[in-house]
């Protein structure tokens, strides 16, 4: 199992260009999550995803926009991208229930000048 | 909004020291999760804790959920250079597992 893989690991864009960030996982997990990680700020929710055609925002969602028509993909789409989102993304996903825990990708570091 | 309050931000001790952080909050938690995460990669997940009062132990790692399940800790005794990274403390917000995370504790242990 290769777990939970994210593409690409690093990206500089230039202020109001738009790109997807892809994330795939091959555990068959139900839930899909995206955070963002600043310095000094932990992990924040930006899109969380129950199954297949079922999206949902977590807490910083502005700017961003997420789909989810298989089980194993959950790209994260920014459009018009502002220097506010430069930061690390994380892709997480994991099976249901109390408690699960959360399986992360190794992370794509975006800079947005 | 929930927030867990983690502290402290930064820790640099020596090896084979003892070491507390904590993670606090003024909400209820159905679990609590802590993850250490290294430079250039995901977190990975340490321990769940899930009822009040509990505690579980993870080798020289020691993890107590508090009674009221808004509060918890992580005790490392006789630390090695192998516990230095990034510590998080997660806590589930509703069933789900929609989780909410402290900023983190950056420990650093000197040989």
């Known amino acids: 199992n290769a777990g939970v893989t994210q593409t690409p690991k690093f990206r500089i864009l230039k202020i109001g260009q738009s790109m997807t960030l892809q994330c795939t996982q091959d555990?068959?997990?139900?839930?899909m999550y995206w955070y963002r990680q600043d310095p000094g700020m932990g992990l924040k929710l930006i899109y969380y995803?129950?199954?297949?055609?079922?999206?949902d925002k977590g807490e910083v969602p502005n700017g961003y926009n997420v789909s989810r028509s298989t089980t194993e993909d959950f790209p994260l789409r920014l459009e018009l991208a502002a220097p506010s989102q430069t930061s690390v993304y994380f892709c997480?996903?994991?099976?249901?229930?109390?408690?699960?825990?959360?399986?992360f990708g190794p992370g794509t570091r975006l800079t947005v000048t | 909004t929930q927030l867990l309050e983690q502290s402290p931000q930064f820790l640099s001790i020596q090896e084979g020291e003892n070491l507390t952080v904590y993670c606090n909050s003024s909400?209820?938690?159905?679990?609590l999760q802590w993850y250490r995460q290294e430079p250039g990669e995901g977190p990975v997940l340490l321990v769940t804790?899930?009822?009040?009062?509990e505690v579980k132990k993870l080798k020289r790692l020691t993890f107590q959920f508090g009674d009221a399940r808004k509060d918890s800790s992580l005790h490392i005794t006789a630390a090695q250079t192998g516990d230095t990274g990034l510590y998080l403390c997660?806590?589930?917000?509703?069933?789900?597992?929609?989780?909410?995370f402290g900023a983190g504790t950056i420990l650093r242990v000197k040989s």
């Open positions: 997480a996903s994991s099976f249901i229930g109390q408690g699960d825990e959360q399986y």
């Open positions: 555990m068959n997990h139900n839930y």
């Open positions: 995803s129950v199954g297949a055609g079922i999206t």
């Open positions: 909400s209820v938690f159905s679990s």
């Open positions: 804790v899930v009822t009040g009062g």
């Open positions: 997660a806590g589930e917000v509703e069933y789900g597992n929609k989780l909410v």
